[in-house]
């Protein structure tokens, strides 16, 4: 079974930036396109960044210009650099295989203060 650690979050202020990490076991960040996904509180989980072989990336609307993902295959860890953080993204994030995702592992909080 692929095992799935998100960690990084914390409380942060508006304006900050955090740099979350997730990393798998086995092979599943090499072989597949992978997405952070935010579950705000209250609402379901979203994809908000996703990348497709290493190198082409997609965001949601609303983190586009302020988030990056990427990937280190080597260190079977996937990225996600947040600058300009704002109180919407208050969440917790997780990382996935996407399509078709894995049991979902343990999420990172952030926490963004206005």
């Known amino acids: 079974q692929v095992q799935l650690r998100a960690s990084g979050g914390g409380v942060v202020q508006t304006g900050d930036s955090l740099r979350l990490s997730c990393t798998a076991s086995?092979?599943?960040?090499?072989?597949?396109?992978m997405g952070w996904f935010r579950q705000a509180p209250g609402q379901s989980r979203a994809l908000i960044a996703s990348?497709?072989?290493?190198?082409?990336?997609n965001y949601a609307d609303s983190v586009k210009g302020r988030f990056t993902i990427s990937r280190d295959a080597d260190k079977k860890t996937v990225y996600l650099q947040m600058n300009s953080l704002k109180p919407e993204d208050t969440g917790v994030y997780y990382c996935?295989?996407?399509?078709?995702?894995?049991?979902w592992g343990r999420g990172t909080q952030v926490t963004v203060s206005s």
């Open positions: 996935n295989r996407i399509p078709n995702p894995e049991s």
């Open positions: 086995g092979r599943i960040i090499s072989a597949y396109a």
């Open positions: 990348i497709i072989n290493g190198i082409t990336t």
